[in-house]
Antibody
Framework: QVQLVESGGGLVKPGGSLRLSCAAS????????MTWIRQAPGKGLEWLSL????????YYADSVKGRFTISRDNAKNLLFLQMNSLTAEDTAVYHC????????????????????WGQGILVTVSP | SYVVTQPPSVSVAPGQTARLSCGGN??????VHWYQQRPGQAPVLLVY???DRPSGIPERFSGSHSGNTATLTISGVKAGDEADYYC?????????????FGGGTKLTVL
């Protein structure tokens, strides 16, 4: 079955950095676009970044552009999120998720919706 | 950039029908997706492309849209349906594509 497991979270001081990982299993990782989404305590869902299956295209929310970098290692079935210049506003549970793909034509394309999510990992930014 | 709006809370008695709205400018022209998030759990995809359900999602959950409103309808509400529900669309943010979530609706089963 599809599994997504995040790791690398924890407590970090303001201005610090952290690298999150998401280990994927149960599906052909290199065939799917992947994304990071976070949820601050008591708040709603906030999309952060998306990377195409090949890594050729990446997109970011304005709130993290220039500070966060998404990447992937298809050989190891791993998704990453490098987070720099962290502030208290970045305190949240971070989820990785798989984008549902439409393969009805000769090439597959993302459908802009996420069918499997990891349980999430807590990142706390505090002095 | 595009904004989607959800009411913060909806209450319904067991067995009744809950209708959760998601408002946005001409949202009927977009594919709308719905997620359920129970406390302490990851979101679960309930409806995608406005009306389609992933395998394993009961028919009690259905989606529709008209004009500026998309709706998630939950028929025969059960206690286990108490959760937060988020709508989501894909749109252009500034100058690039991006994902937009509504603020979420907390469904309370009375």
């Amino acid at each position: 079955q599809v599994q997504l497991v995040e790791s690398g979270g924890g407590l970090v001081k303001p201005g610090g950095s952290l690298r999150l990982s998401c280990a994927a299993s149960g599906f052909s990782f290199s065939d799917y676009h992947m994304t990071w989404i976070r949820q601050a305590p008591g708040k709603g869902l906030e999309w952060l970044s998306l990377i195409f299956n090949s890594g050729s295209f990446v997109y970011y929310a304005d709130s993290v552009k220039g500070r966060f970098t998404i990447s992937r290692d298809n050989a190891k079935n791993l998704l990453f999120l490098q987070m720099n210049s962290l502030t208290a506003e970045d305190t949240a549970v971070y989820h990785c998720a798989r984008e549902l793909m439409d393969c009805s034509s000769s090439t597959c394309s993302g459908m802009g919706v996420f069918d499997y999510w990891g349980q999430g990992i807590l990142v706390t930014v505090s002095p | 950039s595009y904004v989607v709006t959800q009411p913060p809370s909806v209450s319904v008695a067991p067995g009744q029908t809950a209708r959760l709205s998601c408002g946005g400018n001409n949202i009927a022209s977009k594919s709308v997706h719905w997620y359920q998030q129970r406390p302490g759990q990851a979101p679960v995809l309930l409806v995608y492309d406005t009306t389609d359900r992933p395998s394993g999602i009961p028919e009690r959950f259905s989606g529709s849209h008209s004009g500026n409103t998309a709706t998630l309808t939950i028929s025969g509400v059960k206690a286990g349906d108490e959760a937060d529900y988020y709508c989501q669309v894909w749109d252009i943010i500034t100058d690039h594509p991006g994902v937009i979530f509504g603020g979420g609706t907390k469904l309370t089963v009375l």
